[in-house]
């Protein structure tokens, strides 16, 4: 079992930056690709972005590119979500995803075996 728990989350103006963390625990954090998601009220759960499990290859929504970035620290067990430039669109609860083995390819919510229980993000337009 991977035990996930996403902190960071927050209200902030349209325009701004904030970083998401997701603490990792229970395997080999080194073992498996690390991924978001986020789901809008009354929208369905959708793809933000992936990192691979060795390597570091990123993929990301096209609502998101350019401005969102992820990244790992495997010796902290931590996955990152530096958000920026951020739209009142991207309000939204942010999940933390692991998959064991995963490459950037997994991009749907199935994929994933392990979730965390979320973040809530608020941006104020």
């Known amino acids: 079992q991977v035990q996930l728990v996403e902190s960071g989350g927050g209200l902030v103006q349209a325009g701004s930056s904030l970083t998401l963390s997701c603490a990792a625990s229970g395997r080999t954090f080194s073992n498996y690709a690390m991924g978001w998601f986020r789901q809008a009220p009354g929208k369905e759960r959708e793809f933000v972005g992936v990192i691979s499990w060795i390597g570091g290859s990123t993929s990301y929504a096209d609502s998101v590119k350019g401005r969102f970035t992820i990244s790992r620290d495997n010796a902290k067990s931590t996955v990152y979500l530096q958000m920026s430039s951020l739209k009142p669109e991207d309000t939204a609860v942010y999940y933390c995803?692991?998959?064991?083995?995963?490459?950037?390819?997994?991009?749907?919510?199935?994929?994933?075996?392990?979730w965390g229980q979320g973040t809530q993000v608020t941006v104020s337009a």
């Open positions: 995803v692991a998959r064991r083995y995963g490459g950037v390819g997994s991009t749907s919510a199935p994929d994933y075996a392990y």
